[in-house]
């Protein structure tokens, strides 16, 4: 455990490709179901490996994303962003 939010190692990670004209529905969907398997997958590292080593970042860069601003929907709409 860290204090700060998605400050931790990875343990586990799922990808998915997006396609043109997925919703948002369909996007959240995907997500979902990805991290419970990856979350899953973290916690049986944990509970039955004696030490655990963590992924790789693979280039990319800590972060965190709260809930979007007017400004992000406005950007989603502008982009032809559906959510159904």
Do not use: C
Not at 34 to 43: G, K, M, P, Q, V
Not at 51 to 70: A, D, E, I, Q, R
């Amino acid at each position: 455990m860290t204090v700060g939010i998605d400050d931790g190692p990875v343990l586990a990670r799922r990808e998915f490709s997006l396609n043109k004209g997925d919703s948002l529905d369909k996007i959240y969907a995907k997500a979902f179901q990805l991290s419970y398997n990856a979350t899953d997958e973290a916690f049986a590292k944990l509970r039955y490996e004696s030490s655990v080593k963590p992924l790789s970042n693979n280039g990319f860069k800590k972060s965190y994303y709260s809930y979007p601003t007017k400004e992000d929907w406005a950007q989603f709409r502008r982009n032809n962003g559906r959510f159904i």
